[in-house]
């Protein structure tokens, strides 16, 4: 059985990454990319499914963990009776080949350690074939994929599996080096695994230590922005939202979905928030990501693709694993790049127009994809769509769709107007003034006295906080406060906010998920933009202590059982967190960024 979510800790490359558990098991790796197949899967399945476990021979070992400053070099310290030893994890980061570092250091006295390997390519079906080579490693190889193992005195066994034993003292190192590279290519040469430590660490270091953001709570901020780099993949410039899929919104529920790809959804937030931070050419990678991702003909427009802009995301699910804790089915790819979702067309607007605001160098091709863009979106934005929380049933006039399909119109206004671009400013200006009253007057209940989730509904949706964030109301209109107001009395649990209620928004699912972490990160900032500093604070504070203990995140989180929920580590999450740090600490900073200037 897989660890709990929290007890899971990140190490990456920016090209994949790797969850360890705090037992010193590597439970989750796909290579050579985060969409690639996993070789270990015991995440989503038992170890049979693929899995690395380096820790003490005995079970009563006593165990601690950190990264090491803010790196993504982790280091898990184990105790016995008789000694202690830290394992220290990493994905080397610069190589030509993905390369996993395990080394395992002696601190005190003297600790039995144990090794076990479980490659299993094609995430957990295929069993490699296992040979050593001449210079004493290991080789599996299955179809396309090779993995090397370096270190260490393995032994093979029957059922596939590689391990070894050994005794650690104190002042002495095992290093073990899992390298992969394509089947069909030599393998690669040898490697030392402490040259590859000082180059992974120091990069992670000169990274952090740019991060410009000053304040009560650096380390929190500084770190999740390690998280946003470590998610990029570096060859494009592609940040997916998590390097999972599957892990459920519900223990034992079908809400499981494949996150390893790139939502244009995001984009605003994660430009902002690496402009913020003072990483202009990540915000620029990422803006470059998107052009690409969204070119091509507008009326294909797909809200998320793969990690070098990708289309096609076919969902199928995995028969052979049994989902984590029993949470069926494992979905590989996802379906909901094939739907309509009108909130896309407000996020690339915005985060181009941020782009220039940010003074990121400007491109003329892209404000010809933004009109192009627009034009389409004055022939579908009055249609029904699946919305922000991609449903998965019929369609409907999401009162957030709309609102940013607002935002949309309202950006290339202000774009054409501040840097004397070129477009039907006054067809435009119309369409807007139409948007804004429509939605005022059809996604606004007055006997609730607020905002409501579809046209002529009554009930709530989180994705609503952003109404003020984004420009389109002031925060102390009433109605905004008005729906501020509900979403704390009938959407929270706990004191954390959930996205709607599941049990009654009919989207195609059984009922029944967690709190959603960036919707409660959204009611702080509108709590910072209405003047109630202090409820914000302890709301920020309340959701910082929710961090497991290095630091990270998932999606969601069940305040009744106090578990994480969902994929692991959340982008959107970390994200929310670092822009509501800024916001508190300089008076509503990215809460405002937005929202500058918008025009009704």
């Known amino acids: 059985m897989a660890a709990r979510i929290e007890d899971y800790a ?26 690639s197949d996993a070789c270990f899967a015991a995440l989503l399945g038992s170890p049979a499914h693929g899995r690395w476990l380096v820790r003490p021979a005995t079970e009563t070992a006593r165990v601690t963990r950190r990264y090491r400053g803010l790196t993504l070099v982790l280091e898990t310290q184990f105790e016995t009776d008789e000694g202690a030893a830290t394992l220290i994890d990493f994905l080397a980061i610069g190589r030509d080949h993905p390369r996993l570092v395990r080394i395992v250091k002696g601190s005190r006295g003297r600790v ?43 032994s093979l066994y029957e059922d596939q599996r590689t391990a070894s034993r050994f005794t650690i003292t104190a002042g002495e190192i095992v290093a073990f080096v899992l390298s992969y590279s394509p089947s069909h290519l030599p393998p690669p040469a040898p490697v030392d695994a402490q040259e590859l430590l000082d180059e992974t660490e120091a990069f992670w270091r000169n990274w952090g230590g740019r991060c410009r953001y000053k304040g009560p709570w650096e380390d929190a901020v500084v770190h999740s922005h390690v998280v946003l780099k470590a998610l990029t993949y570096g060859p494009t410039g592609g940040i997916v939202a998590s390097p999972t899929t599957s892990l459920p919104e519900l223990i034992g529920g079908q809400r499981n979905w ?33 052009l690409r991702a969204a070119a091509g003909t507008p009326t294909h427009l797909q809200p998320m693709h793969g990690v070098a802009g990708e289309r096609r995301l076919t969902e199928w699910e995995l028969p052979w694993l049994p989902g984590y ?52 979106l004055e022939t579908i934005w009055a249609k029904p769509d699946e919305g922000i929380w991609e449903i998965r049933a019929r369609r409907r006039h999401f009162t957030h769709s709309k609102v940013m399909a607002w935002v949309a119109l309202d950006r290339a206004i202000r774009s054409a107007e501040q840097f004397r671009l070129g ?12 948007v804004h009253e429509e939605v005022c007057r059809r996604g606004y209940n007055t006997d609730l006295g607020a905002f409501v989730q579809c046209y002529g509904g009554k009930t709530l949706d989180a994705s609503l906080l952003l109404l003020p964030i984004v420009g389109f109301l002031p925060a102390d209109d009433d109605r905004v406060r008005g729906t501020v ?33 960036a919707c409660s990160f959204w009611l702080a900032d509108n ?39 969902g994929n692991f580590p ?31």
């Not at 996802?334 to 990121?360: C, K, P, T, Y």
């Not at 979403?487 to 709190?515: C, H």
């Not at 209405?530 to 999606?555: H, I, P, S, T």
Request: proline share 4%; with cysteine; charged share 25%.
């Open 10 to 35: 990140l190490i990456g490359d920016c090209r994949s990454a790797a969850l360890v558990s705090c037992e010193g098991s590597v439970d989750w790796l796909c290579w050579p990319r985060f969409d």
């Open 112 to 154: 039995a350690m144990m090794s076990e390997l479980v490659i299993r390519f094609g995430y957990g079906a295929v069993v490699p074939w296992i040979t050593h080579l001449e210079d004493g490693r290991l080789r599996a190889i299955a179809g396309p994929d090779m993995v090397t193992v370096q270190g260490g005195r393995p």
């Open 258 to 290: 494949d996150y390893r790809f790139c939502w244009l959804r995001d984009a605003t937030f994660t430009l902002l928030s690496l402009m913020n931070a003072g990483y202009y050419n990540e915000a620029k990678a990422w803006r470059d990501w998107l």
């Open 325 to 376: 804790e029993e949470s069926r089915p494992v979905r590989i790819g996802n379906a909901a790049h094939g739907q309509l979702q009108i909130d896309v067309f407000g996020e690339i607007m915005d985060a181009m127009h941020q782009a220039r605001r940010g003074g990121l160098e400007p491109s003329h091709e892209a404000w010809e994809l933004q009109r192009a863009l627009i034009e389409h």
């Open 423 to 434: 477009g039907p400013l006054e067809r435009w200006r119309a369409l807007r003034a139409r």
């Open 485 to 517: 107001e509900a979403i704390q009395k009938r959407l929270m649990v706990d004191g954390l906010v959930l996205r709607y209620d599941s049990a009654v928004t009919q989207d195609g699912l059984p009922p029944g998920e967690g709190a959603f972490l």
């Open 527 to 565: 709590l910072v933009l209405l003047g109630r500093q202090k409820e914000a604070r302890a709301l920020f504070e309340r959701l910082l202590d929710l961090r497991n203990d290095v630091g990270l995140l998932a999606e969601e989180y069940d305040p009744r059982a106090r578990r994480h929920l």
């Open 570 to 600: 959340h982008v959107f999450s970390h994200v929310a967190l670092a822009d509501t740090a800024l916001n508190l600490t300089k008076t509503g900073q990215p809460a405002r960024q937005r929202s500058q200037e918008a025009a009704v």
